[in-house]
């Protein structure tokens, strides 16, 4: 890695994302003081890394948890028992200790199930007792490395669920890595593309998703939402205005779905409207809506055409433009 600036933003959930040997885990192993680097600095809640000792990071320690693909859960301790153990590392009394994992099993809905050992419990159950773990020393910053890779999809969801929730109540700041975008688009409030040990682009999250500017985010989010064109349009497009059909897709977010903005296009500047395509998705709890349309090509009318949804908060792009006797059929 090198060259490297990020903060992340305190009480926030920060999604990590890039291909396999971008420096991901290599950069979140630097927080935690997995991994050291050579030059530069690294301030953890507000406190400065560089010439702390080894007791000082200890003291830092005690407020960052993890959670891991593998939970790493011991399996002759129960569900409480494995919670109970960071604080015991920590000298907390028993009694206390069983008091705080009592209440975290509790929060992370398993309830009635403190007695289990990890080979009674399912996966998910046995990454929610990972996640009260490290969250039994009142942690402040929680680190996730691929945590919901091992999981099902209705599973990873009811995790996410509960991390979000989690971020909620106890204002905990989450940092994970994943190659799942769905788990992006669910969970995070800002992201972070890593290419070849930098940072490539960063963003929120609606902001990065939607409108995806370094090759490798757009590589990466490649499927995640209905973007692009049917394959027959994809085979007479060019790129150069020319007389014909320019073709525009659409982003409409919740608020600028309620208005009639195409019928007023139609209407008040006589500009007829041909759509190709639709769909509707969701970023975290945000719905929006995808349109791919083609119009006459000529500068007055695009002009009035991206004019007119900027106005009424529409996200517009260009994508390319059909000759004349080109198919959008």
């Known amino acids: 890695m090198e ?3 990020v903060s992340f933003a305190s009480g926030k959930i920060h999604s990590i994302i890039g291909r396999s040997g971008a420096g991901k885990s290599t950069l979140i192993r630097c927080l935690n003081f997995l991994e050291f680097f050579d030059s530069g600095q690294l301030t953890i809640l507000g406190q400065n890394t560089q010439f702390m000792s080894k007791e000082q990071r200890q003291q830092v320690l005690k407020e960052i948890g993890s959670i891991f693909q593998k939970v790493n859960l011991l399996s002759r301790r129960t569900a409480l028992e494995n919670v109970m153990l960071p604080q015991e590392w920590q000298g907390v009394s028993k009694k206390v200790a069983k008091q705080r994992a009592t209440v975290l099993l509790e929060k992370v809905g398993l309830v009635g199930l403190e007695d289990r050992y990890p080979s009674q419990l399912s996966g998910g159950q046995c990454q929610r007792i990972a996640i009260a773990r490290a969250l039994a020393n009142e942690a402040k910053i929680l680190l996730c490395d691929e945590f919901t890779s091992a999981l099902d999809p209705e599973t990873s969801l009811e995790i996410l669920a509960l991390l979000r929730q ?7 700041t989450i940092i994970l890595i994943t190659h799942d975008m769905n788990v992006v688009r669910e969970i995070s409030d800002f992201v972070y593309v890593m290419d070849k040990g930098k940072i490539a682009e960063q963003s929120d999250v609606e902001q990065l998703l939607l409108h995806p500017q370094h090759p490798t985010t757009q590589s990466l989010l490649t499927g995640l939402f209905v ?9 007479s497009l060019v790129y150069s ?28 500047h006589q500009i007829p409207i041909n759509i190709l395509a639709g769909s509707m998705d969701h970023l975290r709890a945000t719905v929006f809506g995808t349109l791919l349309i083609s119009a006459p090509y000529n500068t007055i ?12 908060g529409i996200s517009a792009e260009v994508l390319g433009y059909l000759p004349v006797g080109g198919s959008h059929d």
């Open 241 to 268: 205005p020319c007389e014909g059909q320019v073709i525009i897709r659409l982003v409409f977010s919740s608020k600028s779905s309620q208005n009639p903005v195409m019928a007023e296009l139609i209407q008040q």
């Open 301 to 312: 009318t695009h002009d009035t055409m991206m004019s007119h949804f900027s106005i009424n």
């Open 227 to 235: 973007r692009d064109l049917p394959h027959h349009l994809q085979q």
């Open 3 to 5: 060259d490297i600036t």
């Open 166 to 172: 989690l971020n909620k109540d106890l204002g905990v």
